[in-house]
Protein backbone atom coordinates (compact mmCIF):
# COMPACT_ATOMS: atom_id res chain seq x y z
CA UNK A 1 0.00 0.00 0.00
CA UNK A 2 1.31 3.47 -1.04
CA UNK A 3 1.79 5.60 1.79
CA UNK A 4 -0.85 7.73 1.82
CA UNK A 5 0.66 10.85 3.62
CA UNK A 6 1.95 13.99 2.92
CA UNK A 7 5.95 14.08 3.61
CA UNK A 8 6.00 17.68 4.04
CA UNK A 9 3.10 17.03 7.18
CA UNK A 10 4.74 14.15 9.18
CA UNK A 11 8.14 15.69 9.07
CA UNK A 12 6.17 19.02 11.12
CA UNK A 13 5.79 17.95 14.68
CA UNK A 14 3.11 18.54 16.94
CA UNK A 15 2.60 21.78 18.94
CA UNK A 16 5.03 21.52 22.04
CA UNK A 17 2.53 23.62 24.24
CA UNK A 18 0.06 20.50 24.03
CA UNK A 19 2.09 17.60 25.45
CA UNK A 20 2.08 18.80 29.23
CA UNK A 21 -1.87 19.32 28.88
CA UNK A 22 -2.50 16.05 28.48
CA UNK A 23 -1.22 15.05 30.81
CA UNK A 24 -2.60 17.54 33.13
CA UNK A 25 -6.53 16.94 31.88
CA UNK A 26 -5.92 13.25 33.76
CA UNK A 27 -4.23 14.66 36.72
CA UNK A 28 -6.34 15.13 39.65
CA UNK A 29 -5.68 18.11 41.69
CA UNK A 30 -2.93 19.99 38.90
CA UNK A 31 -2.76 23.15 38.29
CA UNK A 32 -2.26 24.20 34.88
CA UNK A 33 -0.21 27.38 34.29
CA UNK A 34 0.76 27.15 30.60
CA UNK A 35 -2.91 28.17 28.62
CA UNK A 36 -2.82 31.10 26.15
CA UNK A 37 -6.33 32.14 27.08
CA UNK A 38 -7.72 34.84 29.30
CA UNK A 39 -9.89 33.59 32.36
CA UNK A 40 -12.01 36.11 31.62
CA UNK A 41 -15.66 35.58 30.81
CA UNK A 42 -16.31 37.23 27.14
CA UNK A 43 -18.04 40.69 28.70
CA UNK A 44 -21.40 40.36 28.97
CA UNK A 45 -23.16 43.09 26.00
CA UNK A 46 -20.37 41.37 23.67
CA UNK A 47 -21.99 37.68 24.39
CA UNK A 48 -25.94 39.87 24.30
CA UNK A 49 -25.06 41.02 21.01
CA UNK A 50 -23.94 37.28 19.67
CA UNK A 51 -27.20 35.70 21.14
CA UNK A 52 -28.97 38.67 19.74
CA UNK A 53 -27.88 38.00 16.47
CA UNK A 54 -29.22 34.25 16.63
CA UNK A 55 -32.43 35.31 17.99
CA UNK A 56 -32.74 37.68 14.52
CA UNK A 57 -32.26 34.75 12.60
CA UNK A 58 -28.28 36.01 11.44
CA UNK A 59 -27.36 32.68 11.09
CA UNK A 60 -26.08 32.87 6.87
CA UNK A 61 -22.95 33.47 5.33
CA UNK A 62 -21.48 36.91 5.02
CA UNK A 63 -19.47 38.04 2.86
CA UNK A 64 -16.00 36.48 1.86
CA UNK A 65 -13.97 39.18 3.84
CA UNK A 66 -16.23 39.85 6.37
CA UNK A 67 -18.94 41.80 7.58
CA UNK A 68 -19.04 45.63 6.06
CA UNK A 69 -19.92 46.69 9.19
CA UNK A 70 -17.08 45.39 11.04
CA UNK A 71 -14.79 45.96 8.96
CA UNK A 72 -15.73 49.73 9.00
CA UNK A 73 -15.58 49.03 13.28
CA UNK A 74 -11.87 47.84 12.40
CA UNK A 75 -10.52 50.43 10.36
CA UNK A 76 -11.91 53.02 12.96
CA UNK A 77 -10.34 51.01 15.84
CA UNK A 78 -6.71 50.80 14.33
CA UNK A 79 -7.41 54.57 13.24
CA UNK A 80 -8.41 55.50 17.02
CA UNK A 81 -5.43 53.13 18.84
CA UNK A 82 -2.92 52.96 16.50
CA UNK A 83 -2.98 56.06 14.27
CA UNK A 84 -2.82 53.92 11.03
CA UNK A 85 -6.08 54.08 8.64
CA UNK A 86 -7.25 51.14 6.07
CA UNK A 87 -9.90 51.36 3.56
CA UNK A 88 -12.48 48.56 5.16
CA UNK A 89 -13.85 47.49 1.39
CA UNK A 90 -10.09 47.33 -0.02
CA UNK A 91 -7.52 46.74 2.89
CA UNK A 92 -9.43 44.75 5.56
CA UNK A 93 -10.72 41.08 5.73
CA UNK A 94 -12.26 39.01 8.36
CA UNK A 95 -10.36 35.99 9.46
CA UNK A 96 -10.68 32.83 11.89
CA UNK A 97 -8.81 34.19 14.45
CA UNK A 98 -5.44 35.33 13.62
CA UNK A 99 -4.07 31.89 13.22
CA UNK A 100 -6.03 31.86 9.63
CA UNK A 101 -4.52 35.00 8.80
CA UNK A 102 -0.53 34.04 9.40
CA UNK A 103 -1.25 31.19 7.51
CA UNK A 104 -2.77 32.71 4.03
CA UNK A 105 -0.85 35.87 4.80
CA UNK A 106 2.10 33.31 4.47
CA UNK A 107 0.38 31.66 1.07
CA UNK A 108 -0.05 34.52 -0.82
CA UNK A 109 3.20 35.85 -0.23
CA UNK A 110 5.68 32.98 -0.43
CA UNK A 111 7.18 31.09 -3.74
CA UNK A 112 8.99 27.62 -2.81
CA UNK A 113 12.22 29.06 -1.66
CA UNK A 114 11.95 32.28 -0.26
CA UNK A 115 12.87 33.01 3.09
CA UNK A 116 11.27 34.31 6.03
CA UNK A 117 12.56 35.15 9.19
CA UNK A 118 11.25 34.42 12.31
CA UNK A 119 12.71 35.96 15.55
CA UNK A 120 12.06 33.01 18.51
CA UNK A 121 11.46 32.75 21.36
CA UNK A 122 7.85 32.99 19.51
CA UNK A 123 4.40 31.36 19.08
CA UNK A 124 4.74 28.16 17.49
CA UNK A 125 2.70 28.74 13.97
CA UNK A 126 5.17 31.07 12.14
CA UNK A 127 7.67 27.85 11.49
CA UNK A 128 5.22 25.29 10.02
CA UNK A 129 3.03 27.77 8.50
CA UNK A 130 6.21 28.73 6.58
CA UNK A 131 7.29 25.50 5.51
CA UNK A 132 3.60 24.67 4.78
CA UNK A 133 3.66 27.46 2.30
CA UNK A 134 6.89 25.96 0.61
CA UNK A 135 9.08 28.84 2.56
CA UNK A 136 12.11 28.28 4.30
CA UNK A 137 12.31 29.70 8.07
CA UNK A 138 14.93 31.16 8.99
CA UNK A 139 15.61 31.56 12.92
CA UNK A 140 16.83 35.42 14.55
CA UNK A 141 17.72 34.38 18.12
CA UNK A 142 16.20 36.78 20.75
CA UNK A 143 18.26 37.07 23.90
CA UNK A 144 17.81 37.75 27.38
CA UNK A 145 20.64 40.30 27.35
CA UNK A 146 18.38 42.60 24.60
CA UNK A 147 15.14 41.83 26.58
CA UNK A 148 14.26 39.72 24.37
CA UNK A 149 13.97 42.22 21.51
CA UNK A 150 14.31 42.62 18.02
CA UNK A 151 17.36 44.77 16.73
CA UNK A 152 18.14 45.99 13.53
CA UNK A 153 21.81 44.58 13.82
CA UNK A 154 20.17 40.99 14.24
CA UNK A 155 17.77 41.13 10.93
CA UNK A 156 21.10 42.22 8.91
CA UNK A 157 22.94 39.21 10.27
CA UNK A 158 20.23 36.98 8.99
CA UNK A 159 19.74 38.34 5.44
CA UNK A 160 20.16 36.96 2.50
CA UNK A 161 19.06 37.85 -1.17
CA UNK A 162 16.55 34.89 -0.75
CA UNK A 163 14.70 36.67 2.07
CA UNK A 164 11.62 38.24 1.54
CA UNK A 165 9.31 38.05 4.73
CA UNK A 166 10.32 39.58 8.20
CA UNK A 167 7.27 38.04 10.63
CA UNK A 168 7.30 40.56 14.00
CA UNK A 169 5.82 39.08 16.81
CA UNK A 170 5.00 41.61 19.36
CA UNK A 171 4.28 41.68 21.99
CA UNK A 172 5.43 38.13 22.55
CA UNK A 173 4.21 35.48 23.41
CA UNK A 174 5.81 33.30 25.46
CA UNK A 175 8.69 36.44 26.77
CA UNK A 176 6.32 39.19 26.94
CA UNK A 177 8.76 41.62 25.39
CA UNK A 178 7.63 44.59 23.08
CA UNK A 179 9.42 46.88 21.13
CA UNK A 180 8.95 50.26 20.97
CA UNK A 181 8.19 52.91 18.09
CA UNK A 182 12.65 53.71 18.16
CA UNK A 183 12.94 50.00 17.62
CA UNK A 184 10.82 49.68 15.11
CA UNK A 185 12.10 52.58 13.21
CA UNK A 186 15.58 51.03 13.35
CA UNK A 187 14.02 47.96 11.52
CA UNK A 188 11.75 49.66 8.97
CA UNK A 189 15.09 50.89 7.70
CA UNK A 190 16.37 48.16 6.68
CA UNK A 191 12.50 46.59 5.02
CA UNK A 192 12.70 49.73 3.00
CA UNK A 193 16.18 49.70 2.08
CA UNK A 194 16.42 45.64 1.37
CA UNK A 195 12.98 45.80 -0.08
CA UNK A 196 11.19 43.19 2.57
CA UNK A 197 7.95 42.62 3.34
CA UNK A 198 6.43 41.96 7.22
CA UNK A 199 3.49 40.13 8.50
CA UNK A 200 3.24 41.65 12.04
CA UNK A 201 1.62 39.98 14.75
CA UNK A 202 -0.42 42.21 17.10
CA UNK A 203 -2.64 40.19 19.03
CA UNK A 204 -1.27 41.32 22.16
CA UNK A 205 -1.29 44.72 21.23
CA UNK A 206 -3.99 46.02 23.66
CA UNK A 207 -2.20 44.21 26.38
CA UNK A 208 1.16 46.40 27.24
CA UNK A 209 2.03 47.56 30.55
CA UNK A 210 2.71 51.35 31.22
CA UNK A 211 3.77 51.71 27.35
CA UNK A 212 1.17 52.43 24.39
CA UNK A 213 2.16 49.17 21.99
CA UNK A 214 3.08 50.77 18.61
CA UNK A 215 2.20 49.22 14.99
CA UNK A 216 5.13 49.31 12.41
CA UNK A 217 2.32 49.86 9.85
CA UNK A 218 2.43 53.56 10.68
CA UNK A 219 5.54 54.38 10.11
CA UNK A 220 6.64 56.10 6.96
CA UNK A 221 6.77 54.03 3.88
CA UNK A 222 5.66 50.76 5.99
CA UNK A 223 1.74 50.25 5.40
CA UNK A 224 2.40 49.00 1.92
CA UNK A 225 5.00 46.58 2.99
CA UNK A 226 3.15 45.04 5.97
CA UNK A 227 0.34 42.52 6.61
CA UNK A 228 -0.88 43.20 10.18
CA UNK A 229 -2.42 41.03 11.92
CA UNK A 230 -4.88 41.28 14.82
CA UNK A 231 -7.83 39.91 16.59
CA UNK A 232 -10.80 39.66 19.35
CA UNK A 233 -9.25 36.57 21.61
CA UNK A 234 -6.57 38.26 23.78
CA UNK A 235 -8.12 41.98 24.29
CA UNK A 236 -12.01 40.81 24.80
CA UNK A 237 -11.74 37.63 25.85
CA UNK A 238 -13.61 35.85 22.87
CA UNK A 239 -10.74 32.88 22.32
CA UNK A 240 -14.14 30.30 21.48
CA UNK A 241 -15.64 32.84 19.22
CA UNK A 242 -12.81 32.32 16.49
CA UNK A 243 -12.27 35.47 15.09
CA UNK A 244 -9.35 37.86 13.92
CA UNK A 245 -8.43 40.04 11.00
CA UNK A 246 -5.63 41.14 8.57
CA UNK A 247 -4.93 44.35 6.83
CA UNK A 248 -2.95 44.45 3.90
CA UNK A 249 -2.26 46.41 0.99
CA UNK A 250 -5.21 45.69 -1.75
CA UNK A 251 -2.96 43.66 -3.88
CA UNK A 252 -1.78 41.21 -1.22
CA UNK A 253 -4.86 41.20 0.81
CA UNK A 254 -6.83 40.24 -2.64
CA UNK A 255 -4.69 37.00 -2.96
CA UNK A 256 -5.46 36.33 0.69
CA UNK A 257 -9.29 36.74 0.11
CA UNK A 258 -8.54 33.84 -2.67
CA UNK A 259 -7.40 31.39 -0.35
CA UNK A 260 -9.96 32.24 2.53
CA UNK A 261 -13.05 31.65 -0.21
CA UNK A 262 -11.80 28.09 -0.76
CA UNK A 263 -10.51 26.55 1.86
CA UNK A 264 -13.22 28.89 4.53
CA UNK A 265 -15.93 30.80 3.23
CA UNK A 266 -16.24 32.78 5.55
CA UNK A 267 -15.90 33.68 9.51
CA UNK A 268 -18.39 32.76 12.14
CA UNK A 269 -21.55 35.12 11.82
CA UNK A 270 -22.64 35.24 15.20
CA UNK A 271 -18.84 36.19 16.16
CA UNK A 272 -18.85 38.92 13.83
CA UNK A 273 -21.86 40.53 15.02
CA UNK A 274 -20.40 40.05 18.65
CA UNK A 275 -17.03 41.39 17.59
CA UNK A 276 -19.27 44.93 16.00
CA UNK A 277 -20.42 45.11 19.63
CA UNK A 278 -17.00 44.85 21.30
CA UNK A 279 -14.98 47.87 19.33
CA UNK A 280 -17.68 49.84 19.80
CA UNK A 281 -18.20 49.48 23.38
CA UNK A 282 -15.55 46.97 24.42
CA UNK A 283 -12.83 49.72 25.47
CA UNK A 284 -13.50 49.86 29.66
CA UNK A 285 -13.56 46.10 29.40
CA UNK A 286 -9.93 45.63 28.04
CA UNK A 287 -8.91 48.50 30.39
CA UNK A 288 -10.06 46.46 33.23
CA UNK A 289 -8.55 43.30 32.34
CA UNK A 290 -5.24 44.45 31.62
CA UNK A 291 -5.21 46.40 34.75
CA UNK A 292 -5.77 42.81 36.28
CA UNK A 293 -3.25 41.13 34.06
CA UNK A 294 -0.93 43.76 35.56
CA UNK A 295 -1.50 43.02 39.38
CA UNK A 296 -0.92 39.11 38.14
CA UNK A 297 2.14 40.10 36.42
CA UNK A 298 4.02 41.97 39.35
CA UNK A 299 3.13 39.50 41.29
CA UNK A 300 4.38 36.28 39.52
CA UNK A 301 7.29 38.46 38.55
CA UNK A 302 8.08 38.99 42.25
CA UNK A 303 7.29 35.21 42.90
CA UNK A 304 9.47 33.95 41.05
CA UNK A 305 12.51 36.33 41.63
CA UNK A 306 11.93 35.59 45.80
CA UNK A 307 12.19 32.07 45.17
CA UNK A 308 15.87 32.87 43.00
CA UNK A 309 14.57 32.43 39.68
CA UNK A 310 16.29 34.90 37.18
CA UNK A 311 13.32 36.33 35.50
CA UNK A 312 12.88 39.30 32.99
CA UNK A 313 10.05 41.47 33.44
CA UNK A 314 7.88 41.38 30.57
CA UNK A 315 5.88 44.63 29.22
CA UNK A 316 3.38 43.03 26.83
CA UNK A 317 0.88 40.07 26.82
CA UNK A 318 0.19 38.00 29.80
CA UNK A 319 3.14 35.57 29.77
CA UNK A 320 6.56 35.09 31.89
CA UNK A 321 9.58 33.78 31.08
CA UNK A 322 11.74 32.52 33.96
CA UNK A 323 15.32 31.35 33.43
CA UNK A 324 16.61 27.96 35.17
CA UNK A 325 19.66 27.32 33.71
CA UNK A 326 21.14 27.22 36.75
CA UNK A 327 19.65 23.90 37.88
CA UNK A 328 21.82 22.30 34.79
CA UNK A 329 18.95 20.04 33.49
CA UNK A 330 16.64 20.69 30.47
CA UNK A 331 13.36 23.00 30.64
CA UNK A 332 11.35 19.97 29.38
CA UNK A 333 12.76 17.85 32.21
CA UNK A 334 12.07 20.91 34.28
CA UNK A 335 9.08 21.04 33.47
CA UNK A 336 7.87 17.01 33.79
CA UNK A 337 9.43 17.07 37.19
CA UNK A 338 7.34 19.99 38.26
CA UNK A 339 4.45 18.35 36.71
CA UNK A 340 5.13 15.05 38.58
CA UNK A 341 6.42 16.12 41.90
CA UNK A 342 3.66 19.05 42.24
CA UNK A 343 1.41 18.74 40.03
CA UNK A 344 1.89 22.17 37.90
CA UNK A 345 2.00 22.42 34.72
CA UNK A 346 4.55 25.05 32.87
CA UNK A 347 5.13 24.98 28.78
CA UNK A 348 8.91 24.12 28.19
CA UNK A 349 10.79 27.23 26.34
CA UNK A 350 11.88 24.88 23.44
CA UNK A 351 7.92 24.82 22.54
CA UNK A 352 8.93 27.88 21.13
CA UNK A 353 12.17 27.53 19.66
CA UNK A 354 15.25 25.72 20.67
CA UNK A 355 16.71 28.96 21.82
CA UNK A 356 14.26 28.71 24.52
CA UNK A 357 16.30 26.22 26.36
CA UNK A 358 16.41 27.30 29.55
CA UNK A 359 13.45 28.87 30.01
CA UNK A 360 9.82 28.42 30.90
CA UNK A 361 6.65 30.15 30.17
CA UNK A 362 4.25 30.81 32.83
CA UNK A 363 0.93 32.31 32.02
CA UNK A 364 -0.48 34.72 34.27
CA UNK A 365 -4.31 34.55 32.53
CA UNK A 366 -5.29 32.96 35.81
CA UNK A 367 -7.08 34.25 38.95
CA UNK A 368 -4.00 35.31 41.79
CA UNK A 369 -5.70 32.81 43.92
CA UNK A 370 -4.34 29.73 41.48
CA UNK A 371 -1.34 31.68 40.60
CA UNK A 372 -0.64 31.90 44.53
CA UNK A 373 -1.21 28.25 45.07
CA UNK A 374 0.75 26.87 41.69
CA UNK A 375 3.79 29.45 43.52
CA UNK A 376 3.54 27.60 46.28
CA UNK A 377 4.00 24.29 45.14
CA UNK A 378 6.81 25.78 42.58
CA UNK A 379 8.64 27.04 45.65
CA UNK A 380 8.34 23.88 47.39
CA UNK A 381 10.06 22.15 44.08
CA UNK A 382 12.70 24.98 43.51
CA UNK A 383 13.68 24.71 47.56
CA UNK A 384 14.20 21.00 46.66
CA UNK A 385 16.23 21.28 43.95
CA UNK A 386 18.87 24.21 45.31
CA UNK A 387 18.94 21.30 48.69
CA UNK A 388 20.52 18.73 45.69
Known sequence: MRNPLSETITAIPPSGIRKFFDIVSEMKDAISLGVGEPDFDTPWHIRDEGIYSLEKGR????????????????????????????DPDREIMVTVGGSEA?????????????EVLIPQPSYVSYVPCTILAGGVPVTVELEEKDRFRLTKEKVL???????????????????????????LEAIADVVREKDLFVISDEIYSELTYGRHHCTIAALPGMKERTVLINGFSKSYAMTGWRLGYACAPEAILRQMLKI???????????????????????????????????????FLVKALRDMGLDCYEPQGAFYVFPCIKKFGMSSDTFALRLLEQEKVAVVPGTAFGDCGEGYLRISYAYSLQDLKRALERMGRFVASLEEM
Open 59 to 86: TFYTSNAGLKELKLEISRYLERRFDVGY
Open 157 to 183: EKLTPKTKILVLPFPNNPTGSILEKED
Open 102 to 114: IDIALRAMLDPGD
Open 260 to 298: HQYAIMCAPTTSQYAAVEALRNGDRDVEEMREAYDQRRR
